[in-house]
């Protein structure tokens, strides 16, 4: 039975998280100088059970007060960055900003303006890499007829995207949109998932499903009901939801699992609703139409030959680019083929026939001539047999027979090669005979007025000519819906985490890095070459100190956490009793007797406490200056610590410190068992245990009265033998010297107490040297 006592000059009732604010002006912080600051209160609680120590805890610090950046090298840009923000790394960072390009701050110009940033010094603690576009010019476009201007939607997208990549767009009613975007470089890279416009912002939806791990490839909304929504993805299926995307049903080989040879990945390649039927088109297994909202599928009997110049060719499941469901007649569905033009439905799917004609024909001894990839196709309001045709690295097909005659249209308005036309969307414009729109990415928006006769430039095309999506609006106004790659979202002024800016560039530990600084661009010019500096400072990590209650200023270091680089010489948490040491570990600075690192309350283990003994107690943050360009190993500069009590000599900085004060009053009775014998201090190290014997002495305590106490290595080896005339009262002290009166030497011993007052107790024993 153990009673304690535990006395403290402060009364700790709780941990309030508020220490002083350092406020390290920015001058100072450019200057490579942190103001340190320490906690408030530290708390002292003796553990009882386990390991018998010292549990000193204090409240983490605020990383608005502890740490510190500001921007560098700024003067002469045409524009004005500003930082904001909490710093959030364990280590200082220098990040270097650059831009390689021109352009006015958030301006809808048709080049990029990106600026690339990137942290300055050795890799040792890992790369950061980012990227910002700064111009305005990208989402979503939307032409107003009435007005003959084009403005934007892309109210509630983010902004630290670099480039705002819309991979596919589907409307609604009311103004209602969804959508599918990417972020990368190139359209099929960075996913972000699915959002939804409600007519003035947009909003994420089934962020779980898609988020950054499924690619969005095609979306589709029921007409009559905008919470209807079909989204296919790039390996996993179709995705379809009747309550706005809250929930989804998965398809994917459930479409049909009778088929003989379903693909490895389920790539949706073209979706359609209309006429109260939802159409779904996947690589390598077919299409599929729903008739009740997508609660269940049929297989829609579409087949293509393989090889139109082989005389006899098995048939196979097209690859659908798109699908057109004629506004006038529901049952009419056109199918835009990879290869084989276009394919009709006259009876909602239930059979199809090819719209060839005399376009895909195959010529004797010109192997592929036939070929024809029509990437889309849209009917004339006006005259449904009148049809046009985007074909891949052709150009513009239109007929005026339904498919039996095609013509290739609008020459002078495409490049002189052709190959560089990879997707070209067409769309006819609602109650407006004759009117049509192609849009062919990177090259050009062009319209005819004459059913797709002749074609000209767009009188006022958008900004950027990288574009993947064409619509009309409903209802005849001639707005137009444009859905843009590669361009950019940033308004001016508005802060943009750095943290959501990541590239590869960053080392893939750091990629989750909160790095807490976010920056804003005000309006101006940046020009090529523009350069400026954000230098950002944290303190290095704690040290705990103790010194004896009749010389409290005399404190020596009894822990030290460096967050960059923690060091100890044992593996697990010390205030446990089954930590393992380290062979020939030198690094014994006692980071494993801290706990809570990242949490609001820290805590240090002191095993090295005595019955009766008084102690001071202090907790102080410590630094060396700006360590960003140095490794643990070439850090030469002298540590600095926050004062541990007011006029602390130690300190540059001043504060009220924490100095606490302690005793600890331990009276003893042998129990029964033996369960309160022990031995300490446990692990023996060097400089710390006991005043004067510190790295020499153990001593062995609350033994019953005769009591023997045997040392063994692991190995088995006779150590020591320890008899009872060593006993003074319940303890019986150990010089760590072996029979023959040398050092034992570094490593884990095994102690066996023997007593007529009881059954032997063995105890293990770690020496650290």
Not at 384 to 413: E, S
Request: aromatic share 10%; proline share 7%.
């Amino acid at each position: 039975m153990r009673s304690i006592r535990i006395l403290n000059a402060i009364l700790v009732l709780g941990l309030a998280a508020s220490p002083a604010a350092a406020s390290t002006p920015p001058a100072a912080c450019a200057a490579d100088s942190l103001y340190l600051i320490s906690p408030d209160v530290v708390r002292t609680d003796l553990q009882e059970t386990g390991r018998l120590g010292m549990v000193i805890s204090w409240p983490n610090l605020d990383l608005d007060e502890a740490t510190c950046y500001t921007l560098k090298n700024t003067g002469g840009l045409g524009f004005v960055p500003t930082v904001t923000g909490g710093f959030g790394d364990r280590v200082d960072r220098v990040i270097g900003f650059s831009s390689a390009d021109t352009g006015r701050v958030g301006a809808a110009q048709a080049a990029p303006l990106s600026v690339r940033w990137r942290s300055v010094g050795a890799a040792t603690y890992g790369n950061l890499d980012g990227v910002i576009n700064l111009a305005n010019n990208g989402g979503i476009w939307r032409w107003n007829a009435a007005t003959g201007t084009w403005g934007q939607a892309n109210a509630g997208l983010p902004m630290s995207w670099r480039q705002a990549n819309v991979v596919a767009l589907a409307q609604g009613t009311g103004g209602v949109m969804y959508a599918g975007f990417t972020s990368g470089q190139t359209v099929d890279t960075a996913p972000q998932g699915l959002y939804r416009y409600d007519g003035a912002a947009w909003s994420q939806v089934g962020a779980a499903i898609f988020g950054s791990t499924r690619r969005v490839t095609a979306v589709a909304v029921d007409p009559t009901n905008n919470d209807r929504v079909a989204v296919g993805t790039s390996q996993q299926g179709l995705y379809v939801s009747s309550d706005g995307g809250q929930t989804f049903t998965n398809w994917a080989a459930n479409l049909d699992p009778a088929f003989a040879s379903p693909p490895a990945n389920f790539a949706v390649a073209a979706l359609a609703w209309g006429g109260g039927r939802l159409f779904a088109a996947i690589n390598s297994f077919g299409v599929f139409v729903s008739s009740d909202g997508g609660g269940s599928f049929l297989r829609v009997p579409l087949w293509v030959k393989q090889n139109l110049d082989a005389a006899v060719s098995p048939d196979v499941v097209p690859q659908v680019n798109a699908f057109t469901i004629d506004p006038a007649d529901p049952d009419r569905i056109l199918a835009a083929l990879f290869f084989h033009g276009v394919f009709e439905s006259l009876d909602g799917g239930a059979s199809w026939r090819d719209r060839y004609g005399d376009l895909v024909v195959p010529i004797p001894g010109t192997s592929g001539a036939w070929i024809r990839t029509a990437q889309s196709v849209a009917i004339d309001p006006g005259d449904p047999q009148v049809l046009v045709m985007g074909v891949l690295q052709r150009g513009l097909y239109r007929t005026a027979d339904g498919g039996q005659t095609w013509q290739l249209v609008g020459q002078d308005q495409q490049p002189a090669n052709t190959g560089q036309l990879t997707r070209i969307m067409v769309t006819a414009v609602p109650g407006q005979p004759a009117r049509f729109l192609a849009l062919e990415d990177k090259w050009n928006l062009l319209e005819s007025l004459d059913g797709g006769l002749s074609w000209q430039e767009f009188a006022q095309p958008p900004a950027l000519k990288t574009a993947l999506s064409i619509d009309a609006v409903p209802g005849g106004s001639g707005d137009l819906l444009v859905g843009t790659w590669a361009g950019g979202t940033y308004i001016t002024g508005t802060p943009v985490p750095l943290a959501q800016t990541y590239t590869t560039g960053t080392s893939p530990e750091l990629r989750n890095l909160d790095l807490g600084l976010l920056v804003a661009f005000d309006a101006g010019s940046v020009a090529a070459g523009d350069a400026f500096e954000l230098v950002s400072q944290t303190f290095q990590g704690w040290a705990v100190w103790r010194a004896p209650a009749a010389d409290p200023d005399r404190m020596v270091m009894i822990g030290l956490y460096d967050r960059v680089n923690p060091e100890d010489c044992i593996e697990g948490y010390c205030g446990d009793l089954t930590y393992e040491p380290i062979p020939q570990c030198f690094a014994a600075k006692r980071a494993a007797c801290f706990t809570g690192i990242d949490a609001d309350t820290i805590r240090f283990f002191d095993d090295e406490i005595y019955n009766g003994f008084s102690y001071y107690y202090a907790v102080s943050s410590f630094d060396y200056g700006n360590t960003a360009a140095t490794t643990p190993e070439n850090n030469n500069k002298a540590m600095v610590i926050s004062p541990r009590w007011e006029g602390d000599a130690r300190s540059p900085f001043t504060g009220p410190g924490n100095r606490t004060f302690v005793r600890v009053d331990l009276k003893a009775e042998p129990a029964a068992q033996g369960e309160e014998i022990y031995v300490y201090p446990n692990p023996l190290r060097l400089d710390s245990g006991i005043p004067g014997e510190d790295g020499v002495t153990v001593v062995f305590t609350n033994l019953p009265p005769n009591s023997r106490i045997r040392v063994f290595t692991t190995a088995g080896d006779d150590v020591v033998d320890l008899g009872p005339d060593n006993q003074v009262g319940g303890q019986i002290r150990w010089l760590t010297r072996n029979r023959a009166q040398e050092p034992v030497s570094a490593g884990v011993y095994l102690y066996k107490v023997e007593s007529p007052a009881r059954e032997p107790y063995w105890g293990r024993l770690v020496v650290i040297r």
